[in-house]
């Protein structure tokens, strides 16, 4: 079974707009971390954001906040007034185990396609 | 932040040569590295997770003896595509856990794009 689902295979947004990336994800451990992750054309991934399941309030980077639903199992990411240079791939990934060390290993979504329109 | 290294890049070989590829981790140690596959417009699909000084531990379905894995130091992990098949050809990424820091602090390389011919 997916662990991470992003339905969203392409997403467009206006210059300046906010747009929300979707994840859910399933997991019966009560511990785990949900990651964001860039990737631009030039391939390499860079960590955006990070959400642990005990944390109290949503976690935000700059203009990169998470949108942590619990209850829902989702971590959507929201990029608000997004730039020409956030056209990218995004990937949501979980890591279980959080608490006991875990494994270390983050399961990735399939990603999403963001273009930024000027 | 910590940066990781990946060389090469890019590399193009011909059907049965091997290739390695290598990640440092620059400016830390890492005692634990990943080197992960991804072909294009798909997600990323972890291949080993690499241990320094012992052997790696493979995913299902990831051929050991075609996939070497050596993580001889703190800094840097080895990847080499044995008699590569042109199914082989595919963009390797590796990353690296910051020894001793948030546990969720990882990073990933710029990754190394194989075409094997």
Known sequence: AQKITQTQPGMFVQEKEAVTLDCTYDTSDPSYGLFWYKQPSSGEMIFLIYQGSYDQQNATEGRYSLNFQKARKSANLVISASQLGDSAMYFCAMREGEASGGSYIPTFGRGTSLIVHP | ?117
């Open chain 2, 1 to 117: 932040g910590a940066v990781v290294s990946q060389h090469p890049s890019w590399v193009i070989c011909k059907s049965g040569t091997s290739v390695k590829i290598e990640c440092r981790s620059l400016d830390f140690q890492a005692t634990t590295m990943f080197w992960y596959r991804q072909f294009p417009k798909q997600s990323l699909m972890l291949m080993a997770t690499s241990n320094e000084g012992s052997k790696a531990t493979y995913e299902q379905g990831v051929e050991k003896d075609k996939f070497l894995i050596n993580h001889a130091s703190l800094t840097l992990s080895t990847l080499t595509v044995t008699s590569a098949h042109p199914e082989d050809s595919s963009f390797y990424i590796c990353s690296a856990r910051v020894s001793g820091r948030l546990s969720y602090e990882q990073y990933f390389g710029p990754g190394t794009r194989l075409t094997v011919t």
